[in-house]
Structures are given as C-alpha cells and as structure tokens.
C-alpha cells in the first residue's frame, strides 16, 4: 500500500511500524454546530482508510479527538443560556449521529480535550523545566528557537511564514506559539502554577495522541489547513517533549467548497451532513464525498447528485438480484479480477475515483444479460467487498 505523506511530499510505501496493528489519530472538529459536509469528508475518508487497512488485514486504533474547549464553544453556551461543557457533548453526540447515517464507522477511541487537562499541563511543566519554553505572566510559550525544529510537516519554515509580522510583545519569536493562555475572561479557567487559564490548541493534540497512541503514531490525519500550523506545532512539542517525532505518515484530505469558496461555519456557506445525508441518501452522499481524490478540493452542487444517487440505487438493486440468482451455488473465479483492482485502486494513495470507476463498470457489465448462479455467486461476494470497504 502507498499514501502520501505531507511530510515528505512524496507518495511512500505505507505499512503498520509492527506490520500488525495500525495507530491512527484524527483531529475531529470542534463542537459547537452540526456537522457540515467539510466534516462528513474528513469522517468518511479516514473511515474508508481505516476500512481498506482491516481489508489488508492490519488490525487499527482509530483515535479521533473533540475539541471541548474553545472560544466558540463558550459564546455557543452563552447564547443558549447552557453550559460549556453540556454544549460540547450535545454537539459531539450530533456529530456522532450524523457520521452515523453515513456509515462511519465509530472510533476505537475517542478524546475529549478537557479530560486531558492533568496530562497537558505535565507537557508544559516538562518545556518549562526544559528551557523549551517560557513565562509572560499566565501565558506560556513554545520557544521555537530552543524546542524541536519546525515545519516538520507542512515543509513551510515558520521564519518564512512569519516574515513581515507585527512583533508581538509577550512573545519573544512571532513564530512562538501558545501552550498556555489566560482566559480569565473567556469563560472557562483551570488552575496552573504559573497562573490561571487554558491550553493552546496546539498542544492538547499533542497530549492527547502522545497518550493514546504515542510516542510514535503509524498515521496522524486532519485537513489540509491544519498542516500549518497546527500539526507543525504539535510535531515540535512531541518532538521536544519525548526526542521522536509524533508520527510517521501525515495525511490531509482536501476542502469541501461551495462555488469554488471553503464550506466552513464562520462564514456561513455551509451545507450541513444531515441535509445532504437526506436530501441525497447517504450512499450518494458518500459517493460524492469519494468521488475526487482525497487530497483534492471538492466543490458541491446539489444538482449535480444524481449520478451518485443513481450509482448507489444500482448498487443496492445488483447485491439484491445477485443475491437472488445466485441462491446457494459456489462463486467461481469470474470477477476476481473485479475485486483485485478495486482492491490494486484504494491501495495506491487511496485512489476513489478510480475504484468507482471500477465499480460503475462492473455494475454495467452485470446488466448486460443473466449470468449462472456461480457467477452470480462470484460478482456478489466482489461487489460486497467493495461497498464493505468504501462504506456502501
């Protein structure tokens, strides 16, 4: 199997570090709102990785966190007249639901950053001690100039990116970031000796993965946009925290766009999963999501479902009649050449669109005229595998 890693650039031989087991982090959303269809292709598409890793064989730990802790969250709760963390869960529990109706497949485990508040502060207590980091009243900081390299994934040099910035005065860097800030006046405070507030951002992934799954994670996933900064900031505190790096394989999926424009709830465009799950079907709708190559932009048009609603009808009526025709008879071997290069596709960096394509077709050779039980038997148990491991 190959994949691209972003770290590298390149697309490289992928395989579990023990050849048994494979762990893998996701960064899950934050919750504050009901999942939106940007959601739906990061759920769907490390969910059908996950799928093709059992169907080599590889047993996985599927880690996906949920951000409980942010602004958002709090102006949410205020709003609703609830609190902060009685707002997370009930979105969390949407979020679960609605990834649900698309067939994903629940994590093996799942984090909640304000449950890791113990194991965060140890992380930053450990800098501190280290050198690696520093003090401005409550606020504490990565120093980027005595903690691990940076740019470990996206390959962008934090210097470059920062050139040109204003200074900032608690920072001793622009490219230093936040491990620990006040938030006296945010809504949500925890104790620290060296003041009163909250994590970052950055370093609660950090925590959480190097807890569950570290120190050496096989896969870490999340979108594109989160490559800079946010995994580059959690490869440099695992890597100044325990000296390896945090993963192996950085894996990023591309937008969900709407006229060519981010989906994104901050600006409103936004269609949300359970809409499109019903509007749609959620075969169609994971098909959609499927449909361009994962690292990719994918621009959604609802009038341009139809052939995904269509695929998917035909899928559901072929494992019906197959079914049927076939009865108790033993498969022979004429569509194994099917299932090898379903298979031979999603092997090669996850390749989707060439597996539906695979999956058209067969379909439409299957509708040309009747066929023996034993072939019937034989395109069936291809045509099961292959929904089985893009979640038909």
Same mark, same amino acid.
């Given at each position: 199997m190959r994949l691209h890693n972003t770290s590298s650039g390149q697309v490289e031989p992928f395989a579990p570090a023990d050849g048994k087991k494979v762990r893998m982090y996701v960064c899950g959303p934050t919750v504050y709102a009901p999942p939106h269809l940007g959601h739906a292709r990061s759920a769907v598409v490390y969910d059908t990785l996950r799928r093709r890793f059992a169907g080599r064989g590889w047993r996985v730990q599927h880690v996906m966190n949920f951000t409980d802790m942010a602004e958002e969250i709090a102006h949410k709760a205020r709003q609703e007249r609830g609190g902060i963390r009685q707002t997370a869960r009930r979105y969390a529990l949407e979020y679960l639901a609605d990834m649900r109706k698309l067939n994903v497949q629940r994590p093996t485990h799942i984090t909640w950053a304000s449950k890791f508040m113990s194991p965060m502060r140890e992380d930053i207590a450990t800098l501190l001690a280290s050198g690696r980091a520093y003090t401005d009243g409550?606020?504490? #900081? #990565?120093?980027?100039?005595? !903690?691990?390299?940076? !740019?470990?994934?996206?390959r962008i040099g934090f210097q470059d990116a920062t050139v040109g910035a204003p200074p900032i005065t608690a920072r001793r860097d622009p490219a230093d970031f936040v491990i620990w800030r006040d938030s006296h006046d945010w809504g949500e405070c925890w104790d620290a000796p060296w !003041? !009163?507030?909250r994590p970052g951002w950055h370093n609660q992934c950090t925590a959480m993965a190097l807890r569950t799954a570290g120190p050496t994670l096989d896969l870490h996933g999340g979108g594109i946009d989160l490559a800079f900064p946010h995994h580059d900031s959690e490869a440099a505190v695992a890597r100044a925290l325990t000296g390896k790096p945090l993963s192996r394989f950085w894996v990023h999926h591309g937008h969900v766009t709407v006229w060519k424009e981010k989906m994104s709830k901050s600006r409103g465009n936004f269609v949300l999963a359970r809409d499109a799950t019903r509007r749609h079907g959620p075969g169609a709708t994971r098909l959609f999501l499927l449909s361009k190559p994962y690292r990719e932009p994918l621009d959604y048009h609802a009038e341009e479902m139809e052939p995904w609603e269509q695929l998917a009808k035909d899928q559901a009526q072929a494992l019906r009649a197959l079914a049927k025709r076939a009865g108790r008879a033993r498969g022979d071997s004429s569509h194994d050449a099917f299932a090898e290069a379903f298979d031979a596709a999603l092997d090669e960096d996850l390749d989707t669109p060439r597996a539906i394509a695979l999956l058209r077709g067969e379909l439409d050779g299957l509708g040309k005229g009747p066929i023996a039980p034993a072939e019937a038997a034989s395109a069936l148990k291809g045509l099961q595998s292959a929904g089985k491991q893009i979640g038909l």
């Open positions: 409550p606020n504490v #900081f #990565f120093d980027t100039h005595q !903690g691990a390299p940076l !740019g470990l994934v996206s !003041g !009163g507030g």
